[in-house]
C-alpha cells in the first residue's frame, strides 16, 4: 500500500511552469467573476453569509502579498494599514460591509501589482531551496489555491444575488448509456493509504499518509440526483421528524424548508433558480444546495446512510489490483475535459452517468466535480498531523461542529481539487455547492 507519487515531479522548471499557469487561471476567473458586475454589485453585500466581491478581490492581492512578497521575498509591505481589514478572522463576513474597503478600482490595482511583483518572485525563486514554504513551489500552489477558493465563495455570492444573468456557460456533457452504470457496488474492506505525504502542494489537513482500515460496503455509483431526492420531498420527507437529527429537526422547523435551497414550486412543477435563470428542476442531475442535515434525512429515508470519509477516499483512490492509493479515481494524471467537471467551466452538474473516462477501478462515477459530497465525518486531524504553515487554515476548525465534504465541485479548479483534497463546513450550509451519495453496510 503506496501514496499516490507527487504529481509533475520536483524538476525546479516544470513546477515553476505549473506555478504560472496555476496563477494565470486564478487570476483569469477572478477577472470574470469580478468584471461580470458593476462597481454597486462589486461593494453590495448579496448576502450575510458572503463578502461583497470587492473584499474577497483585495483579500486574494493581501494574503499573496503577506504570504509571498513579505513571507518568502522578505518585501517591504505595500499597504500595511489594510492588513486588518482583509483578516478573515478579524472580521466576520456579514460586518465586512461597514468597512474602510478599498474601492473597486483601487482594489483591482492593488491586486494587480502584488500579482506582478509575485510574478518577478517567481521567476528568480529556486523551487529546489530547502525552505519548507518554497520547496517544489509549495507557496505559489498554496497562493493559487486560495485564489480559486476565494473564485468558488464569490460564485457562490453570484449564485444569491438577485437580478439577471450575467454569467454563461455551455451546458455540460450528458451521459452516454446511463443505463450500464449500476446503481450501487460493492467496496472490498481491508486496509489503504489515507491522505499524503508524496503531494508537494496537498494542503496541512492532508497529510500525512497513514493506513486505514475500512470493512466492506456499498457505495452509489453516482450522486444522489434531483429526481431521485424529489422523491424524499413528495414523500413528506421535511415534514417527518424521523428521518431527521434533532439540530436538523430544529432547522426545517425554525426556517419552514420544503426543499433545498433556491427550489420552489410553481402549480405542479418544481422550479430552480439558477445564476439569475429560472428552470425546472432536471431529474438526471445531482441534487444541489442541501444542508448535511438534509443529506442525511434523505439517507435514513431511503434506508441507508451517508458514506464516512475513509469509505469516500477508498472509493476514490484505492486500486484492488495494484494496492496503491492514486491521485484520483482514474490515475495519477491531472484532470481533463473528458474526466471530470470542474473549473467554472459549466455552471451546473453534469446528469449522473456522465463522465465515463472519470469513473474509479470500482465503476464509481463522478467523485471529482460536479458536487462536494457530504460525508458522515467530523472534520477532525490525521494521525501526525502538523500545522502548516498556519493554525487558522485547518487547525482551529478541527471537531464535531464542522462535517467533511469531499469531490469537488463545477466551481472547483483542479489546482484545489484532488482524491486527497479535504473541505468542511458547518452542517447547516446550503448556499454552497454540495450534494452527496449514499453507502450501506454488507450484510
Given at each position: 500500500?503506496t501514496?499516490?507519487?507527487?504529481?509533475?515531479?520536483?524538476?525546479?522548471?516544470?513546477?515553476?511552469?505549473r506555478?504560472?499557469?496555476?496563477?494565470?487561471?486564478?487570476?483569469d476567473?477572478?477577472?470574470?467573476?469580478?468584471d461580470s458586475?458593476?462597481?454597486?454589485?462589486?461593494t453590495?453585500q448579496h448576502?450575510?453569509?458572503?463578502?461583497p466581491?470587492?473584499?474577497d478581490?483585495?483579500?486574494?492581492?493581501?494574503q499573496e502579498?503577506?504570504?509571498?512578497?513579505?513571507?518568502?521575498?522578505?518585501?517591504?509591505a505595500?499597504?500595511?494599514?489594510?492588513?486588518g481589514?482583509?483578516?478573515?478572522f478579524?472580521?466576520?463576513?456579514a460586518?465586512?460591509p461597514s468597512?474602510?474597503l478599498l474601492?473597486?478600482?483601487?482594489?483591482r490595482?492593488y491586486a494587480?501589482?502584488?500579482r506582478g511583483?509575485?510574478?518577478?518572485?517567481?521567476?528568480?525563486?529556486?523551487?529546489d531551496?530547502?525552505?519548507?514554504?518554497?520547496?517544489s513551489?509549495?507557496?505559489?500552489?498554496?497562493?493559487a489555491?486560495?485564489?480559486?477558493?476565494?473564485?468558488?465563495?464569490?460564485?457562490?455570492t453570484?449564485?444569491?444575488?438577485?437580478?439577471?444573468?450575467?454569467?454563461?456557460a455551455?451546458?455540460?456533457?450528458?451521459?452516454?448509456?446511463p443505463a450500464?452504470?449500476?446503481?450501487?457496488?460493492?467496496?472490498?474492506?481491508?486496509?489503504f493509504?489515507m491522505?499524503?505525504?508524496?503531494?508537494?502542494?496537498?494542503?496541512?489537513?492532508?497529510?500525512p499518509?497513514?493506513?486505514?482500515?475500512?470493512?466492506?460496503?456499498?457505495?452509489d455509483?453516482?450522486?444522489?440526483?434531483?429526481?431521485a431526492y424529489?422523491?424524499?420531498?413528495?414523500?413528506?420527507g421535511?415534514?417527518?421528524?424521523?428521518?431527521?437529527?434533532?439540530e436538523?429537526w430544529?432547522?426545517v422547523r425554525?426556517?419552514?424548508?420544503?426543499?433545498?435551497?433556491?427550489?420552489?414550486?410553481?402549480?405542479?412543477q418544481?422550479?430552480?433558480?439558477?445564476f439569475?435563470?429560472?428552470e425546472?428542476?432536471p431529474?438526471?442531475?445531482?441534487?444541489l444546495?442541501?444542508?448535511?442535515?438534509?443529506?442525511d434525512?434523505y439517507?435514513?429515508?431511503?434506508g441507508?446512510?451517508?458514506?464516512?470519509?475513509a469509505?469516500?477516499?477508498k472509493?476514490?483512490?484505492?486500486?484492488?489490483?495494484?494496492?496503491?492509493s492514486?491521485?484520483y479515481?482514474?490515475g495519477?494524471?491531472d484532470?481533463?475535459?473528458?474526466?471530470?467537471?470542474l473549473?467554472q467551466?459549466h455552471?451546473?452538474?453534469a446528469?449522473a452517468?456522465?463522465?465515463r473516462?472519470?469513473?474509479?477501478?470500482?465503476?464509481?462515477?463522478?467523485?471529482i466535480?460536479?458536487?462536494?459530497?457530504?460525508?458522515?465525518?467530523?472534520?477532525?486531524?490525521?494521525p501526525?498531523?502538523?500545522?502548516?504553515p498556519?493554525?487558522?487554515?485547518s487547525?482551529v476548525?478541527?471537531?464535531p461542529?464542522?462535517?467533511?465534504l469531499?469531490?469537488?465541485?463545477?466551481a472547483v479548479?483542479?489546482?484545489a481539487?484532488?482524491g486527497?483534497?479535504?473541505?468542511w463546513d458547518?452542517?447547516?450550509?446550503?448556499q454552497?455547492?454540495?450534494?452527496?451519495?449514499?453507502a450501506?453496510d454488507v450484510?
Amino acid at each position: 500500500m503506496t501514496d499516490s507519487p507527487a504529481p509533475h515531479g520536483t524538476d525546479p522548471e516544470p513546477l515553476r511552469r505549473r506555478a504560472l499557469a496555476a496563477l494565470s487561471t486564478a487570476r483569469d476567473r477572478t477577472t470574470r467573476l469580478t468584471d461580470s458586475v458593476d462597481d454597486r454589485e462589486l461593494t453590495a453585500q448579496h448576502s450575510p453569509l458572503m463578502s461583497p466581491l470587492v473584499w474577497d478581490l483585495a483579500h486574494i492581492g493581501n494574503q499573496e502579498e503577506l504570504w509571498l512578497l513579505r513571507g518568502v521575498a522578505g518585501r517591504e509591505a505595500m499597504r500595511p494599514e489594510i492588513d486588518g481589514l482583509y483578516d478573515a478572522f478579524e472580521h466576520p463576513r456579514a460586518t465586512r460591509p461597514s468597512l474602510p474597503l478599498l474601492p473597486p478600482a483601487e482594489a483591482r490595482a492593488y491586486a494587480a501589482e502584488v500579482r506582478g511583483r509575485a510574478l518577478d518572485v517567481l521567476g528568480t525563486t529556486a523551487l529546489d531551496d530547502d525552505r519548507p514554504l518554497v520547496r517544489s513551489g509549495f507557496v505559489f500552489g498554496m497562493i493559487a489555491q486560495h485564489e480559486q477558493q476565494h473564485d468558488e465563495t464569490m460564485l457562490i455570492t453570484h449564485q444569491l444575488r438577485s437580478g439577471p444573468a450575467v454569467l454563461a456557460a455551455p451546458v455540460p456533457p450528458r451521459a452516454e448509456d446511463p443505463a450500464d452504470l449500476p446503481a450501487e457496488v460493492l467496496v472490498g474492506g481491508g486496509p489503504f493509504t489515507m491522505g499524503t505525504s508524496a503531494d508537494p502542494w496537498a494542503l496541512d489537513n492532508e497529510r500525512p499518509a497513514h493506513v486505514r482500515d475500512v470493512p466492506d460496503f456499498h457505495l452509489d455509483t453516482a450522486p444522489v440526483t434531483c429526481g431521485a431526492y424529489l422523491e424524499f420531498v413528495e414523500d413528506g420527507g421535511y415534514t417527518e421528524r424521523r428521518w431527521w437529527a434533532p439540530e436538523g429537526w430544529e432547522m426545517v422547523r425554525e426556517h419552514d424548508l420544503a426543499a433545498p435551497l433556491f427550489w420552489h414550486r410553481d402549480g405542479g412543477q418544481w422550479l430552480r433558480r439558477r445564476f439569475g435563470v429560472t428552470e425546472p428542476v432536471p431529474g438526471d442531475e445531482p441534487v444541489l444546495h442541501v444542508s448535511w442535515y438534509e443529506a442525511d434525512a434523505y439517507a435514513r429515508w431511503a434506508g441507508r446512510r451517508l458514506p464516512t470519509e475513509a469509505e469516500w477516499e477508498k472509493a476514490a483512490r484505492h486500486d484492488p489490483v495494484s494496492g496503491r492509493s492514486r491521485r484520483y479515481p482514474w490515475g495519477d494524471e491531472d484532470p481533463a475535459p473528458e474526466r471530470a467537471n470542474l473549473g467554472q467551466r459549466h455552471l451546473r452538474p453534469a446528469p449522473a452517468g456522465a463522465y465515463r473516462q472519470g469513473r474509479s477501478p470500482h465503476g464509481i462515477g463522478q467523485l471529482i466535480g460536479d458536487v462536494w459530497e457530504w460525508t458522515a465525518s467530523d472534520f477532525l486531524p490525521y494521525p501526525g498531523f502538523r500545522a502548516f504553515p498556519y493554525r487558522e487554515y485547518s487547525e482551529v476548525f478541527f471537531g464535531p461542529a464542522h462535517k467533511v465534504l469531499r469531490g469537488g465541485s463545477f466551481a472547483v479548479d483542479q489546482v484545489a481539487c484532488r482524491g486527497t483534497f479535504r473541505n468542511w463546513d458547518l452542517p447547516v450550509r446550503r448556499q454552497i455547492f454540495a450534494g452527496f451519495r449514499t453507502a450501506r453496510d454488507v450484510g
